[in-house]
């Protein structure tokens, strides 16, 4: 469309003679921050490899805290992707572990419990990872998403948790290692999940050095944005980063709604 009052990029619709632009449908719709600050947030989220800060960029870039915060958050939604196909297969193996993301009893005043948040991972050795924000590690709460998302051909890893048994017996194998007892590999280095605790380390780190703290709310959105980088590990930080601009698509989250898309 052209003339002296119409803003630059903007096309009329043939079918209903509306007025749009290419961020309609997309995480940009309607937002005031300029396009090129939109990718330079999210090509730092995509270069670091352990995150980065909401604090951090809104210095370096040059926007508010808060505008920087919801920047992120947005971004990270629109990394996560739920309508992947199981992973695993035939002769692969797929590790499931869980963690605790929280902080310690001995740095809360009057050495109060820390309220901790469960993460359960599953890893494909050699693939692709996928976490989920869980509340509670129990039988109940794994099977469902395990059978979503490992195919049964596949060889389980776990540890010596009690949870796992029943669960393991439906795959082709289901192997083993106890963490309490100080084992942490067998048969020659095959039965682990060090692939898996590797991942929460980094994990970790990103959180304590980077983040500091997240909030229960918005962890599934956190891991989404681990998720996203570790299984785009092999490639370059542009690739990285223009892998994750089509996931913009119909991801649009407003301010209010930001709170209140929960975790899977």
Known sequence: MQGKTTRPGLYQCNACREPFTVTVGTLYERSKVPLYKWLAVTHLMMASKKGMSALQISRMIGLPYKTAWFL????????????????????????????????????????????????????????????????????????????KNVELASMLMTDESTVYPKIGAKFANHGTVNHSAGEYARLGGYIHINTAENFFSIVKRGIIGSYHHVSEAHLHRYMGEFDYRYNTRTVSDFERFSGSIPGIVGKRLTYRRIGEIGAN
Do not use: W
């Open 72 to 147: 992120c958050h947005r971004i990270r939604e629109s990394l996560r992707d739920t309508s992947l196909p199981p992973m695993g297969g035939a002769n692969k193996v797929v590790e499931a572990d869980e963690t605790y993301i929280g902080g310690k009893a001995k740095n809360r005043a009057k050495r109060q419990p820390a309220p901790k948040q469960a993460v359960f991972s599953l890893i494909e050795r050699e693939g692709h990872v996928r976490s989920f924000h869980i509340a509670n590690v129990t039988a109940t709460t794994l099977r469902p998403i395990i059978a």
